[in-house]
């Protein structure tokens, strides 16, 4: 009975959260709103479809994954990028946000430093979860506000992660003595170092046998071990459980797999995180907020204001624009769901008042609802301010625009995207590799090629290698249903994109166009181009002539190739066409050549052969329509036009003068070549 009673709690929850989703991503809301409002609306204060026991469940479960998430974003190579201005506006942020949160609680209400301390900490938090979502869902992760936000935020959840190490030796255990308790600790503290290092020595042996042999449902069921397993280690030592989830992540975020267990974890995570926000909204107690509307939605209002100044001025200290600083602000004005897991811990450990933290989830949550309202409007909002103050300028204009570098992004390491990637990287244009197979990824990274590792037909894979930006999306493996899968979101995720799909399946060409592809290039007819380039080149014919025919069998979609109908009547009608027109040829004048001081008179070509002798390049110099006195040198270059007949006997006449030393004979008529 109990089962199924948990089993119908479960189904309440995800249907909810389905329902809101789907409501305000209708509205072209934020999502979180949503499940915020269901779960006060469902909640044990208003309509009690799911009891008390169950919501600290499934809060802790999304929690759990949660932080384990961003766990592996905390990786050293996110602080690099961060910079040194994202460290001073986040010092500048925290500090001046807490010391004026202190002031106001002990001012007006009367609380002690230590508990204000806490409050204040709390409120100086951002949400991860609303703003990245948000960023994310407008594309904006990569611009300067999203590059500034995602450093911040990163700067605050370790900020929080250290505080929340420290409270077991800051909280004494009523059932021990203080000396137990910091033994108790450190031991802690110990058992989490010693597994710490034991996984950093084990980890990449695993990973690479995951890598190896394992598929996409095998690195899903490490994802989830790790994130459980860590919360579970956690619990056993007297840790909070998400910290010991976080830990987990943190592990893992030098694993080259590191994007792939992100894109495989995440559909888990935003099931999770809808639950975690649905539980947060159902911890609101309705008839604390009806007989203290007013003053929470003072405090709300206040703290948003206050949270926007102080922002703002610190991102300008850092070095930013004014409008950059204020749409950034706006958006980083909520109080974080660190917050309220971080007065939660403080409660368990004795230092908070225990009615404390269930008066501060209303603030809490109004600040989320209003934050994440006004956040899709910050762009808005804070180019009326700055052109309000006065203060707007060019330089700002273009504050949104992408700073990151444009590159090419290629799926595959194989002999294609290898050579590919030689060549692009010898001519300076830079390109980021997605391959899963351990052996091409470690020839990638010997090669000095950018790899994320993971599946390609993974969205959140390929925006991590740069897709979002880059100048062009070229696919090179040999796996059909991947390839479809990965052109058809490519296109839907960016409509002008240039794509490239080679293909070794000839029926492959035209369903990859209708899937969006630009170009497709089945290999199998690129070696039919290459052995008649090179028979026709054997046979003399002009390059020009059969560049033309190479354009002609690619522009009717090799159609000559795969024998259609209508496309070979008329690429062969073009074939013909290019073969009847003039083409031109050139001669090199060696030393053994007898033209060699001779005239172009007494070669006297026109006559002997029709071709006519345009140009003569003389150390780099050309010398259009040269006249019949023209002597010619060593070392020039004859051009000459003419039909392919014409230009094959002028080859033989040249010919000839060299093999034979045969006597010119006078011109007739014009000497005019």
């Known amino acids: 009975m109990h089962d199924s009673h948990l089993f119908s709690q479960s189904a309440i929850l995800f249907g909810t959260a389905l329902v809101a989703a789907l409501i305000f991503r209708m509205l072209k809301a934020p999502s979180i709103i949503g499940f915020l409002f269901t779960g ?132 004494p255990s009523p059932d021990l003595s203080v000396t137990q308790s910091i033994l108790k600790a450190v031991l802690g503290l110990a058992a989490m170092l010693c597994m710490v290092v034991l996984l950093r020595i084990l980890l990449p042996r695993f990973l690479k ?11 899903t069921l490490f994802a989830v071990f790790m994130a459980f397993g860590g919360a579970t280690f956690a619990g056993i030592i007297g840790w909070p459980l998400p910290l010991g989830s976080c830990i987990a992540g943190l592990l893992l975020a030098q694993a080259d797999l590191r994007h792939q267990l992100v894109a495989e974890i995440t559909p888990f995570r935003d099931v999770f995180n809808a639950l975690f926000f649905i539980s947060l909204g159902m911890l609101v107690d309705l008839q604390f907020v009806a007989s203290n509307w007013m003053m929470i939605l003072l405090i709300v209002g206040t703290i948003l204001i206050f949270k926007t100044i102080v922002t703002s001025a610190a991102i300008v200290a850092g070095g930013w624009p004014l409008r950059v600083g204020i749409h950034a602000g706006l958006g980083l004005c909520t109080v974080s769901e660190f917050g309220y897991i971080f007065l939660r811990e403080t409660q368990k450990a004795g ?65 294609n995207g290898r050579n590919l990637c030689r060549v692009l990287e010898s001519t300076k244009i830079p390109c980021v590799v997605v391959e899963m197979n351990r052996a091409l990824v470690q020839e990638a990274q010997n090669d000095g090629i950018h790899v994320v590792v993971g599946d390609g037909t993974r969205m959140q894979i390929l925006e991590e290698a740069g897709l979002h930006n880059c100048r062009a999306f070229v696919v090179a493996i040999n796996d059909r249903r991947a390839t479809r899968v990965m052109v058809s979101q490519a296109r839907a995720f960016r409509e002008e994109m240039p794509i490239i799909v080679r293909t070794d399946f000839i029926e492959e060409l035209e369903p990859l166009l209708a899937f969006g592809a630009n170009t497709v290039i089945p290999a199998d007819f690129e070696i039919s181009i290459k052995l008649f380039a090179q028979v026709l080149t054997e046979l003399r014919v002009p390059d020009n002539v059969i560049q033309a025919q190479i354009a002609t069998v690619r522009s009717g979609g090799y159609g000559v190739l795969r024998g259609v109908p209508a496309a070979q009547t008329e690429s062969l009608q073009e074939l013909l066409q290019v073969f009847r027109l003039t083409a031109t040829q050139t001669y090199y004048v060696s030393e053994t050549s007898q033209a060699v001081d001779k005239t172009i008179a007494e070669l006297n070509l026109r006559a002997r052969s029709g071709v006519t002798i345009i140009a003569v390049v003389r150390e780099g110099e050309p010398t259009t329509n040269p006249p019949a006195s023209h002597v010619l040198k060593m070392g020039d270059v004859l051009v000459m036009v003419g039909s392919h007949r014409e230009l094959s006997a002028a080859q033989g006449c040249l010919g000839e003068l060299i093999e034979e030393g045969e006597a010119v004979p006078e011109p007739e008529g014009e000497n005019a070549p």
């Open 40 to 171: 006060i609306l469902i909640g044990p204060f208003a309509l009690e479809m799911v009891s008390e026991e169950e919501v600290e469940t499934f809060a802790e479960l999304g929690l759990v994954l949660l932080l384990f998430v961003i766990g592996l974003e905390l990786s050293p190579s996110s602080f690099v990028r961060a910079g040194r201005g994202i460290v001073i506006m986040t010092v500048i942020q925290l500090s001046v946000t807490t010391l004026g949160v202190i002031a106001v609680m002990m001012t007006f209400f009367g609380f002690g430093v230590l508990m204000s301390a806490l409050v204040g900490i709390a409120i100086s938090l951002s949400s991860t979860a609303i703003v990245l979502k948000t960023l994310s869902d407008r594309g904006e992760i990569q611009t300067p506000v999203g590059l500034i936000s995602t450093g911040n935020l990163l700067f605050q959840d370790v900020y929080v992660i250290v505080l929340m190490l420290t409270l077991p030796f800051l909280t």
């Open 209 to 219: 046998i995951l890598g190896r042999f394992g598929g996409p449902e095998l690195v």
């Open 351 to 415: 230092l908070l008042d225990p009615q404390l933290p269930q008066t501060l989830i209303p603030i809490i949550v109004g600040t989320m609802i209003l934050g994440a309202t006004q956040l899709p409007m910050a762009g808005m909002l804070s180019r009326n301010v700055v052109r309000f103050l006065g203060r707007e300028d060019r330089g700002d204009e273009d504050g949104d625009a992408a700073t990151t570098e444009q590159r090419v992004v290629v799926v595959g390491y194989g002999i």
